[in-house]
């Protein structure tokens, strides 16, 4: 793993380069911090070069502001990296809040996506007039306004299905919990009027995993890709199974990436060579030889 910080726009963002091969850029949601991925992009990295960093104003990144989050900053942030760090072009995913930035990316700066995978985006705003849970960000910031971020942080985990099942390690919570008060103070806004945009050219797959059905953050997805006519997939597990199972989400990220890279038959070049040093032959098993 190499790690870095990188100019953009008044902020040093802090970023993890593993592997190589096609570049996968993975954002992350609430928190912003690419120690949620760091499991997955391990498990990734024999096949992609995976990038990883913290967001603006977020852990090890700086750029803090009490001005309210501006999603096109946040897009033009990972627009630099990819054409920085990726050579300019990348297959992104984001998953919840990084979901909502790679749907803005997608829309303010195509040129730079080979694709868009977005699991979870909390688009509450597509759901029909009425529904309960387009009140759910208005409701987090009132709570945040009455109690701070302890009183909003333990509402917003008990919303989410599956926290609190499993250990996270010691660093990320800790920076995480230093990144409350911004997350509720300042990006909250920016998540809460988020509206998708329309179609992209280039692949596009929204997603949900399968133990959200339901939920405020899982049920916008397929309502969006009904919206914009883009494929929807099934994912394992919780909102953040990639920090829980990281092995059972790579595998899953793994063949949808690899998919949408290599359309009609294209087959990436890793598989073209026949006989690798080590590999059997035909149906010899290496253990038998």
């Known amino acids: 793993m190499r790690s870095d910080m990188f100019e953009a726009d008044g902020a040093r963002l802090y970023h993890e380069v593993r592997g190589s091969g096609p570049a996968l850029l993975m954002i992350s949601g609430a928190g912003g911090d690419a120690g949620y991925y760091?499991?997955?992009?391990?498990?990734?990295?024999?096949?992609?070069?995976?990038?990883?960093?913290?967001?603006?104003?977020?852990?090890?990144?700086?750029?803090?502001?009490?001005?309210?989050?501006?999603?096109?900053?946040?897009?033009?942030?990972?627009?630099?990296?990819?054409?920085?760090?990726?050579?300019?072009?990348?297959?992104?995913?984001?998953?919840?809040?990084?979901a909502i930035i790679g749907l803005t990316l997608a829309a303010l700066h195509p040129q730079v996506l080979t694709g868009l995978i977005a699991h979870e985006p909390p688009?509450?705003?597509?759901?029909?007039?009425?529904?309960?849970?387009r009140g759910f960000f208005g409701d987090m910031a009132a709570l945040y306004a009455e109690g701070g971020a302890p009183a909003a942080g333990r509402r917003f985990a008990e919303t989410t299905r599956g926290e609190g099942t499993y250990p996270w390690p010691d660093d990320l919570w800790k920076r995480f919990l230093g990144n409350q008060d911004h997350l509720f103070g300042t990006e909250w806004p920016g998540f809460a009027g988020f509206r998708p945009d329309g179609a992209a050219p280039f692949p596009v797959v929204l997603g949900a995993g399968?133990?959200?059905?339901?939920?405020?953050?899982?049920?916008?997805?397929?309502?969006?890709?009904?919206?914009?006519?883009?494929?929807?997939?099934?994912?394992?597990?919780?909102?953040?199974?990639?920090?829980?199972?990281?092995?059972?989400?790579?595998?899953?990220?793994?063949?949808?990436?690899?998919?949408?890279?290599s359309p009609e038959g294209r087959v990436p070049a890793a598989w073209l060579d026949e006989h690798p040093p080590g590999a059997g032959h035909g149906d010899e098993h290496p253990q038998e030889r």
Not at 123 to 133: I, Y
Not at 228 to 247: K, N, S, T
């Open 123 to 133: 688009a509450v705003n597509v759901l029909a007039d009425g529904d309960p849970d």
């Open 210 to 261: 399968s133990f959200d059905r339901g939920t405020y953050y899982a049920r916008p997805s397929a309502e969006i890709a009904r919206r914009i006519g883009v494929p929807w997939a099934e994912f394992p597990g919780i909102h953040m199974e990639f920090l829980r199972r990281p092995e059972v989400f790579a595998a899953a990220l793994r063949a949808l990436a690899t998919q949408m890279l």
């Open 38 to 98: 760091s499991g997955v992009a391990e498990e990734l990295a024999d096949a992609f070069t995976v990038i990883t960093y913290d967001r603006r104003g977020n852990s090890r990144s700086t750029g803090r502001s009490a001005e309210p989050m501006d999603l096109a900053q946040q897009a033009d942030d990972a627009r630099r990296l990819i054409e920085s760090v990726a050579r300019g072009h990348a297959l992104v995913f984001g998953n919840s809040g990084g």
